[in-house]
């Protein structure tokens, strides 16, 4: 979630300056501290929730939740639309502390109160597979789309300002176009109503047709290893995103679509649903192992690299090698309990250049690394680890799979 941008009063910033000096800041602090963000933003002031200031751990069990009573107030009252913006990013810096139940009651807090912002980004806190089963059903109902009169209203509340804020003088002009020198006020005024409520649902609809989560937040929900989240997944899947507004970029606009479906595919395939595990394992281009943790994944990804008509390189400014000569090593690197007589080392570079740039054009263009007499060992090292790999799943590991990519 985005921070909203911040700047206040010199007295406040002395206040967080001295506190984060000090790296002391006791409940009343904390209280304190919210108030004067608080009160910077009702009188219109721009700020930004002071970084590595809050010492959250500190606080015992009981002062950490009244805090979060504090901040769950924020959303009671309708008057400043900033003031959820400012729990939402408060939660966020409280959300590491070291006590499981208060992590989960922020990470609830968070989804029950994310409907009253609006941002492509948005994203869980911390691990599913920590949350609590009430928190992780919440989820699920975000995923899936299904949402309580809460978070209509807060659409609705959300909505109604943005309208008011960015489209009352689209809507002046379209009411004075179509009133076309009518005098009557009670025409008017309906007319502006019902443009106005136009623009509401319209805005509403963008919200609501945007994927409910983003890559980040799905990847997390295959690692979680929880199928509940099945439906949900497969659900953005099967749904057309185009854009309700305008874009000035459709191309980037379907790439973010693109990903997160991308992101959906490996999280049901990471869930254990076999559909999209074989249509991960089809790919012919490249196969993400380290998040899916599999052997089958992985023996795919090597299958699909291990090939000498492709070349690639270790860094900008090295020289290109067939593909097995850059994989190879990387396996020895990576797979636990490979044989150390058949581990692959990194070609020598700095000798490779030598040798490379001492050749004339013509021999750069036509050179064949296959055929070339001093690359034979290292072509029969790769050959004895690639097959050894294939030939023996049971004797070596992976390491943990990665909770994203």
Known sequence: MKRIIVIISMMFLNIFSTNAQNNKCNYLCFIHTIDSLKNALRYGKTIETPKNYWNFNDLSIEERNQILDSIEIFYNQRKYNSFYYLGINLLVDFFNNNDKTVQDRIARLY????????????????????????????????????????????????????????????????????????????????????????????????????????????????????????????????????????????QYWEYQINTIKQACTYALAKLGVQKYINEILANDTNINYSYLGTKEAYLRWLKINFDWKKSSRFTTIDPYYPNPVIIMPEVSDYVKNIPKNLQVQYPDVDNYLDYFDKMNNEQKENYDPLKDEKNKEIIQKIYRLYNWIKNNPDKWELPPARDRF
Do not use: W
């Open 111 to 250: 989804l029950n109160k994310v409907f009253y912002v609006f941002d492509s980004e948005f994203t869980n806190l911390g691990k599913v597979a920590d949350y609590s089963d009430s928190t992780k059903e919440r989820l699920k109902n975000i995923l899936e789309g299904k949402q309580t009169e809460e978070d209509k209203e807060a659409r609705m509340l959300l909505a109604k300002r943005n309208v008011q804020k960015h489209y009352s003088n689209d809507i002046n002009k379209e009411v004075k176009k179509m009133m076309n020198g009518t005098k009557d006020s009670s025409i008017k005024i309906c007319l502006k109503d019902s443009l106005t409520n136009a623009y509401i649902k319209k805005e509403i609809h963008y919200y609501n047709s945007y994927p409910p989560l983003e890559r980040y937040t799905i990847f997390q929900i295959g690692s979680s290893k929880d199928k509940r989240f099945v439906d949900g997944l497969e659900s953005i899947l099967t749904t057309d995103y185009p854009p309700v507004y305008p874009v000035t970029d459709k």
